[in-house]
Structure formats: C-alpha cells, structure tokens
C-alpha cells in the first residue's frame, strides 16, 4: 500500500515501482525533514529491475523484482527535484518519474 506518513520532521514515503510508473508520483516534504523512502519494485517479471534516482540529492539504487530498498535523507535543498528509473526498464522507461517538492524552511 502506497502512502506518506508524517511524524514531526519524520517522512516516510512507501512507494512502489512498476514498469513506467512510481506511485507515489510527488512526494512533498518541508526542508530539513528527514525523510526516509521504501521503494518496492511489484514486477512479476524476474529481470525486470527498476532504479530510483533523486537529482540534487546523490541518489541512486536498484531494486530488484520483489524488492524493498531503503534510502533515507535530510531534505537540507528546497526546490523541485525530479526522481526518475535509472534502469531501462521498458519503451516507456522515460515516463517514470516524479517529482520531490521540498518547501523551504520559515
């Protein structure tokens, strides 16, 4: 079940991948929130692996068929950053993005 759960400054996003598509599509966090990211790829399709990169903040990992990986980060940049599969995965590979909105800080 895909959701985004707020807990103070504590942000966890539990995501899923499959082929040309993340959901959730824009995450929307406040800066200096610590956010933490579980990505489940759902592919049935054993080498079907997706990537998840996050311009602006050096990330970058692979997640296997069947797979949760973790990634956890303090959103320190406000601004817009996308996140995209940096695994060709498919002919709609390009369209699987999304977005990261960090607001700035008052």
Same mark, same amino acid.
């Given at each position: 079940?895909?959701?985004?759960?707020?807990?103070? +400054?504590?942000?966890? =996003?539990?995501?899923?991948?499959?082929?040309?598509?993340?959901?959730?599509?824009?995450?929307?966090?406040?800066?200096?929130?610590?956010?933490?990211?579980?990505?489940?790829?759902?592919?049935? +399709?054993?080498?079907?692996?997706?990537? $998840?990169?996050?311009?602006?903040?050096?990330?970058?990992?692979?997640?296997?068929?069947?797979?949760? /990986? +973790?990634? *956890?980060?303090? *959103?320190?940049?406000?601004? =817009?950053?996308?996140?995209? !599969? +940096?695994?060709? !995965?498919? *002919? $709609?590979?390009?369209?699987?993005?999304?977005? $990261? $909105? =960090? /607001?700035? *800080?008052?």
């Amino acid at each position: 079940e895909t959701r985004i759960e707020r807990n103070g +400054t504590d942000v966890r =996003v539990y995501m899923i991948a499959v082929r040309s598509h993340f959901t959730p599509e824009q995450i929307e966090v406040n800066q200096g929130d610590h956010v933490t990211i579980y990505v489940t790829n759902i592919e049935q +399709t054993v080498d079907e692996s997706h990537g $998840l990169g996050i311009d602006g903040y050096d990330i970058n990992i692979q997640i296997d068929p069947g797979e949760t /990986k +973790t990634v *956890a980060f303090t *959103a320190n940049k406000p601004g =817009v950053f996308p996140f995209y !599969c +940096t695994n060709f !995965c498919s *002919a $709609l590979h390009q369209e699987m993005q999304g977005y $990261l $909105l =960090v /607001k700035p *800080a008052e």
